[in-house]
């Protein structure tokens, strides 16, 4: 079995920037500590992007595009380097895996399990490429003939949240790469290893300088990035909060941008689904990444008479759940992120009692667990659309349960909410499935299941974004669409 002191030395230029194609000094002292969330000891030190290293990054983005070979090269060689991406992410899969978990806490076996699916995003790309319409060929209404061809939208800022950076980071990179785009990635300073890593990779394949730039830098910097003129579009995950501030600076310049932002899901019990393989559903799902996905079903919506058995169900299984090492196979849920994260968390189960909901499971840190960002699965019964534990994303294994009188009820409950990011619909009709999910205000509705499908797309209503990740849809948001009209 890995430990985490194996990944410890994998990164080979911690206190460098990968910029224009190679490693460079940062121009300042300045270094970033990753704390591992399960030891609460230093993982590795890496190097700090200043004022000076973020203009470097855009001018070296900036020239690949406007001067370089990279947009002009055929569709062809494009999906060429994608393909090596992924042959050379794949190499490095088991190290991939191992400094997600040790910089972040998600569980090693579920990450290795994870990997391939990762690792093929550019691969998968690549072959996107042969069937998505660059070039259309249309009939003007004046005669003659034309073209409606989708081109690079330019230099691309992907910026990448602390918990799944690597795949975050590879929905961006790979269709603004297979577009002809080139790409400045910013890593956040909790958790960028992995896409040291990437860049490594990058570097190994010889892709062109200048096309893909990786640096870690604070918020304040990162925003030097939205701001630049140089930047044509912004893709951003993250808080609503800092999306909300980014999509105001890119109004501000005209830019182009993808937000995918909050959630506060609901899953919803129907009449007809057996209770008991409901509440096993949604425990589990409670304890992916320890709760810190945008995605997660957090808002549980269960009919009146079901609302005790269901409650009694989801405790039994969090009072068995081990807590634990992200590198031991028996651990099922990892540790939060970092200090502040379980804070807030910790914050919310007390806000949640004070505000007159009922406690029934969890609620507070591992007794046997003397260090680490721990905390326990936690289950609130008899929440109340109103309270904080029922519209805020608190971004941890905590479950709000809210009682519905009937269908109707319960799709007014689900679409309660500022987000629309994610939601789940339990019924054994299908067709009945399908209704409600037309009737909920998300991007994604799954049937009996907690599930995502980024080779689809994913993305949110209201508060939780603009703009679509995955699949066709997203390939388009990194495209300008020109129309081309001739004389014959």
Known sequence: MPIQDDFRGVIAHPDQLFIGGRWVAPTSDEVIDVVSPATEENFFRLAAAGPADIDAAITAARTAFDQGPWPRLSLGERAGFLRALSKELTARAEILSGVWAGEMGALFSINTQLMPMLTGIYADHADMGDSFPFVEPHAPAGGGSGLLVREPVGVVAAIVPWNGPLMLANWKCAPALLAGC??????????????????????AIGLPEGVLNVLVADRENSELLVRDVRVDKVSFTGSTAAGRRIGGICGDRIARCTLELGGKSPAILLDDYDPDTFAVTVAE????????ACSALTRIIVPRTKHARVAEAIKARFDTVRIGDPFDPATELGPLAMAR???????YIAEGQSEGAQLVAGGKRPSDLERGYYI????????????RIAQEEIFGPVLSMMIADDEEHAMEIANRSDYGLNASVFTNDRDRAIAAA?????????HNAFRNDFTIAFGGFKQSGIGREGGIEGLRHYTETKTILLES
């Open 182 to 203: 080139t790409v400045i990635l910013k890593a956040s300073p909790e958790a960028a290893g992995t896409l040291y890593l990437l860049a490594e990779a990058a570097e």
């Open 285 to 292: 799902a409670a304890l992916i990444m320890a709760g810190q």
């Open 341 to 347: 994260q379980r804070e807030k968390v910790e914050y």
């Open 376 to 387: 326990e699965p936690t289950l609130f019964t008899n929440v109340e659309s109103h309270m």
């Open 438 to 446: 037309r009737r909920l205000r998300s991007g994604t509705v799954a």
